[in-house]
């Protein structure tokens, strides 16, 4: 090897490579840079944030993927690490409501930052909720307290972790769905979605989803949701600030071909232009099936198995914007469409890409107008949908897609969309499997049913490869921002620090 990784030769510290620098890569670099590693992060796009990249055009600027924060203590917790002050570096603003629900029939549910508002709401709907509403809020906190306190950030590895979580499990009812456990506290069936539809923004059906992810709605309640000015991409921006002030280094456009080994160890990486690197570890934000099926092609691993485990539905992603301006649209709105279980099934288990939608529509021009030019909007609208294992063309269909996507909204929301409609781009499964290397164009890499969940879940550490650690969607605890972030405080614990590796080494 030639061990080419740009530091200076009388840097002996020992070297980690981070393949990809999505928010899981991003942290895990941040982390080793703080336990004293050099750390080369290696990204195949021409920017950092893998899911979070961003988008600038016409003088728009758009968020690929994660839009809404809930959990603002992890990133404190990484500028922390450095020394470095996160209200200082990242302008956070509070979201109230956090986002409107508007029902097919035209209805509306606004998740609202206080509680008594969040009541007034549900009264409006069904007062005859409000007792389950409490009720609710006591059982999601327990499942807040078992699920994300204890198991979140600690790692999955060993089955006795699993044997010693089993009995919160069963107390809090983790083995039912979102929506079944919901369902023991809200009689309508608005309330009912309202408070269960939160496993989709993990990639998640809430009919099948384990009642631990009843944790979103507590992790929203008691931290809010929040916007930080500049789009997420100002918080991907703050994180590569973080790494090269710990003296680190991050390469774009370094695809990376193959996961080196030797005697069952990493000893590098080979990139897809010839050049290797050496590492004393490898982080992984690499899609789980792309790392274990491609990058670790030569190595050592039973069975493979990461790739052939169910995968979560994938995404139509419509990125916009107008030449006007729509105040009446908030900055986060879930649009639901005629059906929604049936649609759910559609999506997830029949792999039927359906002539009906529901649609979630971001508008942080709504909080944010640097996002676009002078009395423009920006938007994105995304719609679920299945993954490539539908067999949909979407090659084909995605023109097709758009042109009905903009006549619903046009109908519901945004009156005259499409003759205002300046700057334009579009995102499809094809693109979550060929720019992101995601098994079957997944948006979420694994879905999370309880089976593919914690100890089920391809492990922080690799069980095959020494050396090898997995952050990222894939990995436990699973895909979101939190969860992503988390991941690589899992592997914080795993990972030695560098003085006693390097003492390791020498043994």
């Known amino acids: 090897m030639d061990g080419m990784s740009g530091y200076p030769p009388d840097d002996d510290r020992p070297h980690a490579v981070v393949i990809g620098s999505g ?28 899911r979070a990249y961003t988008f600038r055009q016409d003088g728009f600027t758009f968020d690929a993927g994660p839009t809404i924060l809930t959990a603002p203590h992890l990133f404190e917790e990484l500028w922390s ?27 509306e549910f606004s998740a609202c930052a206080s509680e008594d508002a969040t009541r007034a709401e549900i009264a409006r709907i069904d ?52 929506y079944g456990r919901v369902s023991d506290f809200f009689r309508n069936e608005k309330l009912r979605i309202a408070f269960s539809f939160h496993p989709l923004f993990v990639g998640g059906n809430p009919y099948t989803t384990s009642a631990y992810y009843c944790l979103i709605s507590h992790l929203e309640r008691i931290w809010g949701v929040h916007y930080a000015v500049g789009g997420t991409g100002a918080l991907v921006r703050g994180l590569v600030n973080l790494i090269e002030g710990q003296g680190n280094r991050l390469r774009y456009n370094c695809a990376v071909d193959e996961i080196l080994t030797r005697q069952g160890r990493v000893n590098g990486v080979r990139l897809a232009t010839g050049e290797t690197i050496d590492a004393d570890i490898v982080v992984s934000n690499a899609e789980v099936g792309h790392t274990d099926s491609v990058l670790l092609r030569n190595a050592p691993v039973r069975g493979r198995g990461a790739g052939a485990l169910r995968q979560s539905m994938s995404l139509f992603v419509w990125y916009f914007g107008t030449d006007r301006m729509y105040p009446g649209a908030g900055h986060h709105t879930i649009l639901l469409g005629p059906r929604y279980k ?13 002539e009906d939608f529901s649609l979630y529509l971001h508008r942080p021009t709504a909080s944010d107008p640097s996002l676009a030019p002078p009395g423009c909007d920006a938007f994105y609208v995304l719609a679920p949908v299945p993954n490539l294992a539908s067999g949909t063309d979407w090659e084909q269909m995605a023109p097709l897609y758009r042109e009905k996507v903009a006549e619903r909204l046009e109908a519901v929301m945004l009156p005259g969309l499409r003759q205002h409609i300046v700057s334009e781009r579009l995102m499809t499964p094809l693109d979550f499997r060929d720019r992101l290397r995601s098994t079957d164009g997944a948006a979420f890499g694994p879905e999370p049913l309880l089976f593919q969940s914690a100890w089920f879940r391809p492990h922080n550490r690799h069980a095959d490869v020494d050396g090898l650690y997995r952050v990222g969607a894939g990995t436990h605890p699973g895909a979101g921002v939190p969860s992503v972030l988390c991941s690589a405080k899992a592997v914080d614990k795993l990972v030695p620090d560098a003085a006693q590796f390097q003492l390791m080494r020498s043994v």
């Open 81 to 107: 690490l450095c020394g470095e002050d996160f209200r200082s570096a990242i302008d956070l603003h509070p979201l109230d409501p956090f986002y409107k629900i508007r029902f097919d029939d035209g209805s």
């Open 342 to 354: 049936d649609l759910l099934g559609d999506i997830f288990t029949r792999k039927i890409l359906a």
């Open 127 to 178: 007062s005859g909720d409000l007792a389950g509403f409490e009720r609710f809020q006591k059982a999601s906190a327990g499942i807040f307290g078992a699920a994300y306190e204890k198991l979140a950030a600690e790692p999955f590895h060993e089955l006795s972790a699993l044997l010693a979580a089993m009995p919160d499990m069963v107390r809090h009812g983790g083995y039912r769905s979102v």
């Open 23 to 50: 928010f899981g890569g991003l942290a895990a670099a941040v982390r080793l840079g703080a336990k004293g590693y050099r750390v080369t992060v290696l990204e195949a796009l021409d920017g950092p944030g893998g």
